[in-house]
């Protein structure tokens, strides 16, 4: 299905840039996001990602993954039937969802991807996307953020005086696509026209290579954990835990210098902010600042009180981004690339002069079309029409509309984008309906956030 996306997505460009006189600007910009999405983002993925891929070696070796996996059992098998449930591809998911709901994206892109190459160990055709990796798809384009902090620093710079309100119906709105999104993957992948084909002949035979699948998981299980090496971790824990603490409470720790918790009081941003709502804001935030600390340190401690080699198994697994980085540069160039003629042809803002009246007679404001039109396509497209639409004259940022723009845009995700970027780094070319269930979720997300901000703001 993806083909036919893309190709559409070109001829569009062309004819509508032609028509409207915009073939230099298309051009223009092809080039220039085809050099951006090498330089700007694929090679600083790849930093990103030898760091976090080292990380999950650590927690692979250390059996935390596992450990992991085996708590969530209950959920993951519904959600992955086809997936071992020891196997450490759930494991991996967990941490990848876990750090999406943290807002945590510099980590949670690479344990992602990470992920997609697990689940690929168990793709029985290597060139299209199991059940399994397109659920997980679904789920990333609709992962749940429990603090949209750019959607809130937004709102905040722009004098909003009450930045936060809009968090309850952003998580309210993201729960009921990532709901619907799973739900159109678990449907559609029992359609005739989206069900799986039996592998074929050199599928087969790939599987059966030994190269052709890593083999990070089939050493002697890691050595059991002595009561002196409980201890060190549990210090470990308690110290992180003061950490949480001197940020949470800093009231509460009168005795610390405050020169070490002053500039960690993020309450203090948002004086306008409800009381009874700064004690939850100020834990979500809390987590969000110690998440990456804590798990830089605790894994490879773990690691090495479960005999584990940190440093040879870190640049291990650090080894597998460089070749990760250059399997998903074209899909990334191919992908990025389409969108940006699409928006240089004009072809973005003549579907919001076309449907912005139609759309404004149930209900739904035609200043927030660009921003859902965009919004599957390009993140930072869509940044930059939130902040001109929150500074805009006659709206503002205390506005409705303002709310609920915050509300789309930290319950969806650049569905585009997440696609181009997982399945490529596993070279799967038949996405299946993949698309089809992102979709899905990203406009039930913003057709719940315009319900919901219309419900609690009005």
């Known amino acids: 299905m993806l083909n036919y996306v893309w ?18 600007a ?19 993925l790849v930093g990103l990602m030898a760091m976090w891929l080292g990380m999950m070696r650590l927690a692979e070796r250390g059996g935390l993954v596992q450990i992991i996996a085996r708590a969530l059992r209950p959920v993951l098998r519904r959600l992955f039937p086809e997936v071992p449930p020891e196997h450490p591809a759930m494991g991996a998911m967990v941490m990848n969802m ?38 997980f798809l679904a789920i990333n384009t609709a992962s749940i953020q429990l603090l949209p902090t750019t959607a809130i620093s937004i709102l905040a710079i722009a004098g909003a005086k009450d930045a936060t309100g809009f968090v309850p119906a952003a998580v309210l709105a993201t729960t009921i696509g990532l709901t619907c999104g799973i739900t159109a993957a678990k449907i ?3 359609l005739p026209m989206f069900a799986s084909q039996p592998p074929d002949a050199k599928s087969a035979e790939d599987e059966a290579t030994p190269e052709a699948a890593p083999t990070s998981f089939d050493e002697a299980p890691p050595a059991a954990m002595t009561a002196t090496k409980r201890a060190i971790l549990l210090a470990h824990t308690v110290l992180f835990a003061l950490l ?17 918790h002053a500039e960690w009081r ?36 773990y690691a090495t009180l479960r005999g584990v080699k ?11 981004a460089f070749a990760t980085g250059t399997r998903i540069i074209p899909f990334l160039v191919a992908m990025l690339v389409s969108i940006r003629m699409l928006r240089e042809a004009g072809v973005i803002q003549g579907m919001t002069n076309s449907l912005g009246p139609w759309l404004s007679r149930v209900g739904f404001p035609a200043e927030l079309l660009p921003l859902v039109l965009l919004r599957p396509l390009s993140g930072s497209a869509t940044q930059g029409l939130f902040v001109e639409l929150v500074n805009r004259p006659g709206i503002g940022a205390d506005s409705l509309i303002a ?35 992102g979709l899905t979720a990203d406009a039930v997300a913003v057709i719940a956030s315009v319900t919901l901000c219309r419900a609690l703001f009005r």
């Open 7 to 24: 190709l559409a997505f070109l001829l569009i460009a062309v004819l509508v840039g032609g028509f409207t006189g915009r073939l230099d």
């Open 26 to 44: 298309v051009t223009t910009g092809a080039f220039q996001t085809a050099k951006d999405a090498v330089m700007t983002i694929a090679l600083p």
């Open 98 to 135: 876990a750090a999406n709901m943290l807002g945590l994206g510099n980590a949670a892109t690479p344990l992602g991807l990470r992920a997609m190459a697990l689940l690929q160990q168990l793709n029985p055709r290597k060139d299209t996307a199991s059940n399994a990796m397109c659920t």
């Open 188 to 190: 559609l992948e029992r």
């Open 244 to 260: 949480c603490a001197v940020i949470f409470a800093p009231e509460a720790m009168a005795w610390i210098p405050k020169s070490l």
């Open 266 to 301: 993020y309450a203090d941003l948002f004086p306008d902010l409800p009381l009874a709502a700064k004690p939850v804001l100020r834990a979500v935030k809390t987590l969000s600042l110690t998440a990456v600390p804590w798990l830089l340190t605790f894994l490879p401690l």
């Open 310 to 320: 940190v440093y040879e198994q870190f640049t291990d697994g650090a080894k597998e």
């Open 403 to 437: 709310k609920m723009a915050a509300t789309i845009f930290g319950s969806t995700e650049t569905t585009f984008y997440v696609l181009a970027v997982y399945f490529g780094s596993v070279a799967i070319r038949r996405t299946r309906h993949a698309i089809i269930a």
